[in-house]
Structures are given as structure tokens and as C-alpha cells.
């Protein structure tokens, strides 16, 4: 990483280094919607990935990595963890859980390494996600992140249409 890459989150940044991932810290203004972060990173919504802290019923956690511009499979994904329940947590247990905030979470530099389940969809892209700080993406090659942790690959998003509300 150059120099002049401002570094937002160090512990993201040592976790990489001691996963030896590549990844690229880019500063950008806030941003109120995926649709508005892509466009200010210059990228579609399918290329920025929402990274899910999830709750199941035995009060442990797990990452679920979706693109932007689809919704989480609450039933695809009970079936790939194996269990009937699975939530989203309320903010405070999300960052007891990972060490940060709801819209800066990585599975990089979490405090705790749960496990990683990530959409098929985002196999073979260059994406962006957050970076463990406010007003940064964290950019890295979707392959190497999912080798990095070990990460079950399966479809478990749905397009945002079929969203239940």
C-alpha cells in the first residue's frame, strides 16, 4: 500500500496484512444509499457488498457478504448455515459483535473471526465494502477475500424486489 493511502481502521489494515490481502483504502463523502456510494466510487451497485453481521439463536454471529444491489435470502441462507433462525442484530450487538459500526463492518479486522458466507454473485469481482471507519471503502479482490477466511460461497441473496418487508 502506497504511502499517501490514508489508512482509516489500522486493525483492518494489520488483519489484512497478516491474512496477506491486498486491499486499498479509498476515501469518499458520506453516502445515503448503496446506489449513492456507487456512484460516487464510480462502480455499479453489484460491485459494492454489504457485509451482513447476523445473529443466530445460539447468540453467535456470522458474516453474510451481499452486493449492493440485492437483498439477503433469509431462507437461502437458514439452509446453507443449517439452522431455523437467523436475525439481524439490533446496531449495539453488531458492534459488541465485530468492533464496528452498522455501515463500516468487514469481516477484516473484526474483532471476532465468525464465519464468512459470501454470495456467488460476487465470485471473480474487484468489490468494495467498508473498511472498518466512516467515510471510507475498503477495495479487494472478492477471490482472494473469500480464500482469505475461508468463506462458504452459495446463493443467498434475492433481487431487491422480492425483498419481503
Known amino acids: 500500500m502506497p504511502e499517501s493511502t490514508p489508512v ?10 497478516s491474512r496477506s490481502l491486498s486491499v486499498e483504502f479509498v476515501a469518499r463523502p458520506a453516502a445515503e444509499s448503496i446506489d449513492e456510494a456507487a456512484e460516487l466510487l464510480g462502480l455499479a451497485a453489484s460491485d459494492i ?11 453467535t454471529y456470522l458474516f ?10 433469509w431462507p437461502k441462507l437458514r439452509a ?8 439481524l442484530p439490533e446496531p449495539e450487538l453488531a458492534l459488541a459483535a465485530t468492533g464496528f459500526e452498522r455501515g463500516t463492518i468487514t469481516p477484516v479486522g ?7 458466507y459470501a454470495d456467488a454473485s460476487i465470485v471473480g469481482k474487484r468489490i468494495a ?10 477495495f479487494v479482490d472478492a477471490d482472494d477475500l473469500i480464500r482469505s477466511y475461508d468463506a462458504v460461497v452459495d446463493d ?3 433481487p431487491m424486489s422480492e425483498r419481503r418487508v
Open 64 to 73: 453474510a457478504l451481499i452486493p449492493g444491489d440485492r437483498a439477503i435470502s
Open 80 to 87: 446453507v448455515v443449517g439452522v431455523n433462525k437467523l436475525r
Open 156 to 158: 443467498i441473496s434475492q
Open 129 to 138: 465494502m467498508g473498511a472498518g471507519a466512516h467515510g471510507f471503502s475498503l
Open 8 to 17: 482509516p481502521s489500522e486493525r483492518v489494515a494489520e488483519a489484512a496484512r
Open 49 to 59: 457488498v454489504k457485509t451482513l453481521v447476523v445473529k443466530r439463536s445460539d447468540d
Open 110 to 116: 473484526s474483532t471476532t473471526a465468525w464465519p464468512v
